[in-house]
Nanobody, 117 residues
Framework: QVQLVESGGGLVQPGGSLRLSCTASRSIFSLYDMGWYRQTPGKQRELVAEITSGGSTNYADSVKGRFTISRDNAKNTLTVYLQMNSLKPEDTAVYYC?????????WGQGTQVTVSS
């Protein structure tokens, strides 16, 4: 079964940093454009950052200059990272990775990020 597994979330103070990881269980993901998304209760899931299979990146205005997406195409797995710096309380959300565009059957459990003092 194809899976995307997110990790690295946690509780951090405003101004702090976290690094999220997303591991894909199949090598086919190395061919896909990938994205990090986030969702808060009562709101639609939003795209935070995306990276093409060739490594080009794009960011939502709200995180530009603070977040960095990267990918590591190893032999049989793909790991997508999201380095988050200068975190703000409004970054609090569940963070997910998926392909770009997102495919419904690839949504995982996500990882909770809470920014609070």
């Amino acid at each position: 079964q194809v899976q995307l597994v997110e990790s690295g979330g946690g509780l951090v103070q405003p101004g702090g940093s976290l690094r999220l990881s997303c591991t894909a269980s199949r090598s086919i993901f190395s061919l896909y454009d990938m994205g990090w998304y986030r969702q808060t209760p009562g709101k639609q899931r939003e795209l935070v950052a995306e990276i093409t299979s060739g490594g080009s990146t794009n960011y939502a205005d709200s995180v530009k200059g603070r977040f960095t997406i990267s990918r590591d195409n190893a032999k049989n797995t793909l790991t997508v990272y999201l380095q988050m710096n200068s975190l703000k309380p409004e970054d609090t959300a569940v963070y997910y990775c998926n392909t770009r565009p997102a495919r419904p059957h690839y949504w995982g459990q996500g990882t909770q990020v809470t920014v609070s003092s």
